[in-house]
């Protein structure tokens, strides 16, 4: 979706900056809302209060409820599809599959507790 807004809106993102924090993804307040989900999906409800109230402070609450929406309505999707049992296109298998070892080299090996 991020890839079409921008086609549409004529801005360029780098998509690559979703694995490799070093990397200025080019969305505006893009740390802060990266943060946000990360803390969304996460665990840690410290870090999603600190985040949470770190995007009302700096982007209002419109853009919370938006944000908030993102987050929400892509978690559904992957569980819907996962759930249905739909393929996944041939191309897009590699890019699956490198996928780990991005992470890995990201944010270095698994931790387990």
Known sequence: MLRASGKHSGEEFDLDAIVDGSRDSGVPHGDLLGEFVEAALGDDSERLKRARSAVLETLGPEALVDAAGAIASFNAVVKV????????????????????????????PPRRP
């Open 81 to 108: 599809a996962d759930g249905s049992g739909i393929l996944v296109e041939d191309f897009k298998v590699e890019l699956i599959q490198q996928m780990p070892e991005r992470l890995v080299q990201k944010l270095g």
